[in-house]
């Protein structure tokens, strides 16, 4: 009698258990362009790990994933060069990786698709006047009229996320928006990146990229406008296979011009005839410039330096460390720095860097 009682309790249990399987299950119904990628595996992984929890095949340009859901979190699925990031949760989510992309069909992906949807207008509206530009316009009236309207949309993009993270601070939702905005304004600025996360909660901001983020904005912020340059050494960074550090050449009492580039970077080269320009004005007791070879074969630098014709100062060979310790990710980055070693100026080009230069020495 004792073991059918016992057997009676796990029977229930196990119904129990079934059930809120069943209540917490979702399913992922998605859908590819075409039938070239039949037989092809879809990876879903952790957004935040980034560690594959699940795969499927597709059959007939559609996949389907089923499980059981425990807190909401961030998803992304791969498939070759297409990719979705979601929310994973309870209920049916539908996936549409063709050129309609979209991932809908519950509460926090409805939301989430509904801000991905106001992104896409937003960049959409500002194509439509980039190409509806007046055509009578003179260059540089058109010119003009073309920043305004980046500069409209840009503002725009960096304001959208706020509204959706104070309603989600603290779930997978707003550590996804957040994720995503970081994504499309990579060039965001420190001040902005700080007051954006301000509206987040302790789970966004412990959120793996955002944590990330965090980490590289500090760099930048110890290396913005105003604050004294940071070293560095590169054991062979002279072309004798030497070492040579940024201090040989900054804070020594002149404004240094400091480009940081590589040769196979198109528009770091076409900034050396400004470059070469500048150098060639002001060179002397008050004025250098050092470029730094970064993310670059040794070889390809020497031969682009040969080709250009640059005259000054070069330090190879210096990889990533400058763009970790200064926190760019792109190049060129173009710092102006001071006698006494504080940074005047980043991210200088063309007539910008030329009329800064200039302001400088008067």
Known sequence: MKNLKLVAIFICIAMLAACKGEKNKYVINGTVPGDILNGETVYMSDYGEDIIIDSAKVTKGKFVFEGVAGEAKVIKLTLEHLYADFILEKGNIHVDLSESYSVKGTPLNDKLHELLQKKDSLVANARE???????????SEAGERE????????????????????????DALGALIFSIWMQYRMDVSAEKFYEVAGHAGEY???????????????????????????????????????????????????YVLVDFWASWCQPCRMETPVIAEVYNK??????????????????????????????????????????????????????????????????????DLKNKVAEVMK
Do not use: C
């Open 147 to 170: 920043q305004q309207i980046m500069t409209d949309v840009f503002s725009k993009l960096e304001e959208l996320p706020i509204p959706y993270l104070d309603e989600h601070p603290n």
């Open 129 to 139: 006047k980039l190409s509806n530009v007046d055509a009578s316009l003179s260059a």
């Open 204 to 254: 966004v901001l412990n959120f793996g990229p955002v944590k990330n983020a965090f980490e590289f904005y500090k760099k930048v912020k110890k290396t913005d406008v105003g604050e004294h340059f940071v070293d560095f050494t590169i054991e062979n960074g002279n072309e004798d296979g030497s070492s040579v550090s940024l201090s040989d050449y900054v804070g020594k009492g002149k």
């Open 282 to 351: 002001y060179k002397g007791d008050r004025f250098e410039v050092v470029s730094v070879a970064v993310w670059d074969k040794r070889e390809n630098t020497l031969a682009a330096i040969k080709e250009d014709g640059s005259t000054w100062p070069q330090i190879l060979d210096a990889q990533t460390v400058p763009s970790d310790l200064y926190g760019f990710q792109g190049i060129p980055h173009i710092m102006l720095i001071g006698p006494d070693g504080t940074i005047l100026a980043r991210d200088l080009r063309g007539d």
